[in-house]
């Protein structure tokens, strides 16, 4: 079994010009339109893979007429990272907003709709869900015991989602909330307030589109009639899994190991309740196609073969990720990434040593953003309906 493996030089280390390329050329022309990017400076943070770093913009200057450098930017590169900012609450959720992948018609007067900002309730997770006083749409997460921040007197963080406790996954898959609503995350931001000294903390990505360029035509067509299904919530209330290489679930507290052939009471438990999509998703404005996938969560996969067992969806998910670099990106105050759910995944710290103090943003998508999945959607919700589970 290989896992993704970390590239040294992709990790990023410090304010000096971490960047394993040269400045890349910035051809978008809605470039010469805009103040906040009118000196911006893009560079790969690896340089096997497509996320960048992004020097020379002030995202307290970002605004709606930047949508289009804002989605140029994330579409090629997936992940983008903005260093040395200094933000309000507000203004995190008011870059997720110009990016324009939200409906704004649906916007409620004087801020965003719930629907479309926001984050699953800790009924899903499990973990206590702490915001920011007035701005309840920002979350605040870390490791440690924190007095006056954002208004927040005193609060006491612990991180329980990592790399060997959630494993890489695109937000929102296994939210039975975001199911329901029809609405998957499309963007996550992540700010930092405060970071660990001694370089853990960091956050993971894997590219998700670069696995599918290396499929056959029949490959690529087997995959797009598979959908996965993913644990329900009373599964999930059992605890954390246990991952290996942030892929494979182990086990789950409870439960036998994933290796032993998966019993009927747990499979009818999800194919009755649990969320559902599609392995495959396609991107609404560019078209590519893209891995989605919550590793720690799979119960088991609908394919045009039939029904496979986790123990095959993970064979099958660590050959698509086996020759693959990983991206860890050691955090920095002052940092803001954002990331397009869509076109990577990604994985919380392996470990965290000392303060750690992060502000989290999910904008969900309009239909539009996610009309790509709509379709399995309505066939699972019609299945169930009929009793065919």
Known sequence: MRSPRFSVQSIYGGYGGCGVTGFLPMEFPEI?????????????????????????VDLREVEAADGEVLQSLISEHGVLCFPQQNLTPEQELNVNRAFGYHDTAEETVGGP?????????????????????GCPLVQVQGNGTF????????????????????????????DQADF???????????????????????????????????????QLAFLRGCRLHYQSRDVLKQGRPVMEGGLRRL?????????????????????????????IRRH???????????CGNVAFMVSPKGVEGPAACYDL????????????????????????????????????????????????GSARCNADCAEVWKQVRQERAEGLW
């Open 251 to 279: 086990r789950r507290p409870g439960q036998e190991e994933v290796t032993t052939p998966v019993s009927r009471e747990l499979l009818l438990a999800s194919a009755e309740a649990g969320p559902v999509h599609p392995i």
């Open 284 to 294: 609404a404005d560019t078209g590519d196609e893209a891995l989605c996938i919550s």
């Open 317 to 364: 998910i660590e050959s698509f990720f086996a020759d693959q670099e990983m991206y860890a990106h050691r955090w920095h105050p002052g940092d803001f990434v954002i990331w397009d759910n869509r076109l990577c995944l990604h994985a919380g710290p392996r470990a965290v040593h000392g303060d750690r103090l992060m502000h989290r943003v999910r904008l969900r």
């Open 113 to 133: 709709s719930q629907k479309y900002f926001g984050f699953a309730s800790s009924v899903d997770s499990g973990v206590p869900v702490h915001a920011v006083p």
């Open 180 to 218: 329901d609503s029809d609405t998957l995350p499309v963007l996550t931001s992540m700010y930092c307030h405060q970071a660990c000294t001694d370089g853990t903390g960091e956050t993971n990505f894997l590219c998700s589109r670069a696995p599918l360029r290396k499929l056959s035509s029949e």
């Open 32 to 56: 010469s339109r805009s103040k906040a990017f009118a000196k911006a400076r893009v560079q790969l943070l690896s340089a096997g893979l497509p996320f960048a770093r992004i020097e020379g």
């Open 147 to 174: 007095k006056d921040h954002c208004g927040i007197e005193e609060v006491t963080l612990q991180v329980a989602v990592g790399f060997l406790t959630e494993g890489f996954h695109s937000d929102g898959l296994h």
